[in-house]
């Protein structure tokens, strides 16, 4: 049997139409040579789900969105009825979640199925429970609006804090910032200039400053190699304050000090004129005295050495001298 060109034609476009269609329903979300095993959810909103997106168990595709209508409830609230069709042969426990998520950055939408803890597995016409996966418009308002808060309070800190500065910082502040970093530029100049004089010092004077480091290292070694003798040196010192610290040097400056305060209490009485040597000093009555009985004397001793026979009486033979009459006063006639 011949088969004509005729004939070739009509198949050709016959199976062209007929892969158009099952290419426009499978992309649609229906599949035309897939067993019927149909599952729902409800959803208040979807978020970017669409027709054809891919129903997920563990990241494997295992359905698709085959249809999504609104419908209103009995509440009077609308909301948003997904028909899911699986293509895999998979079992899916009761009261299991039918999580809207992000497959990608770009936005996609998928459908993730996260199994109850339930025996029973679901059928087909069952309806699972749906929920929601935070937006990425949401979850980065969430993140940002705190920082947005932020941000704000520190703009308002920075306006308050120029404001604050804006006061401090008039024109008799500025002037006075001015003439500070003058005299800082001063300081620095005049300390570069000791810095200049200091290194021509080091060098007019290097041969004198090595001569003392010498010296110094010459005094090192000296101390170095003399280190037992003053360790003697210190050992006897130590020796000789535990002999001061044993010996009674407590006591004797005790006493002294005790004597100390005594004199001090004697001298005080002879300053107030109290016993025998503060009447001494400060009784005007004995120096009186002592100074008359002194006159007296003397005239007592010019007198014994004029008229000697007023006092003693020498007899040889037993015979009484006579009293040597008094010179008599001269008349002087005018």
């Not at 426009?24 to 229906?30: C, E, I, P, V």
């Not at 029973?120 to 947005?148: C, H, I, M, R, W």
């Not at 009485?269 to 007296?296: E, F, P, R, V, W």
């Amino acid at each position: 049997m011949k088969i004509t060109k005729e004939f070739k034609i009509g198949l050709v476009v016959t199976s062209s139409i007929g892969l158009f269609i099952w290419g426009f329903n499978f992309l649609k979300g229906k599949d035309l040579f897939s067993h019927k095993f149909e599952l729902y959810a409800v959803y208040p909103k979807i978020d970017g789900l669409i027709e054809a997106n891919p129903m997920l168990i563990n990241g494997f595709k295992v359905g698709q969105i085959n249809k999504i209508s609104l419908f209103q409830q009995s509440n009077g609230q609308y909301a948003v009825l997904v028909k899911f069709l699986l293509s895999e042969d998979v079992n899916i426990p009761k009261h299991s979640i039918a999580k809207s998520i992000s497959s990608d950055l770009l936005g996609s939408k998928a459908v993730e199925i996260i199994y109850s803890k339930e025996t029973e597995f679901v059928k087909s016409g069952d309806t699972l429970y749906a929920e929601n996966e935070e937006g990425l418009k949401s979850a980065v308002s969430k993140q940002l609006t705190p920082l947005q808060h932020k941000a704000e309070g520190l703009i308002s800190s920075i306006d308050s804090v120029m404001t604050v500065v804006q006061f401090v910082l008039n024109d008799k502040t500025r002037d006075n910032l001015n003439k500070s970093f003058e005299s800082i530029k001063k300081a620095i100049e005049s300390l570069e200039k000791t810095a200049y004089k200091l290194d021509d010092l080091v060098a007019t004077e290097k041969i004198k400053i090595s001569a003392i480091l010498t010296k110094l290292n010459s005094l090192a070694t000296m101390l170095d190699n003399d280190k037992e003798k003053i360790s003697n040196i210190i050992n006897n010192f130590s020796s000789l304050s535990d002999s001061l610290s044993k010996s009674e040097l407590k006591s004797a400056i005790a006493n002294a000090d005790k004597t100390l305060k005594e004199l001090s209490i004697t001298m005080t009485q002879i300053n107030s004129g109290k016993g025998t040597i503060g009447k001494l000093m400060k009784n005007d009555s004995l120096y009186n005295h002592l100074n008359a009985s002194s006159a007296d004397l003397d005239k007592l001793l010019i007198d014994l050495k004029a008229n000697p026979g007023r006092y003693i009486h020498v007899s040889v033979f037993g015979k009484k001298d006579k009293p040597t009459p008094e010179p008599k006063a001269k008349t002087i006639k005018p």
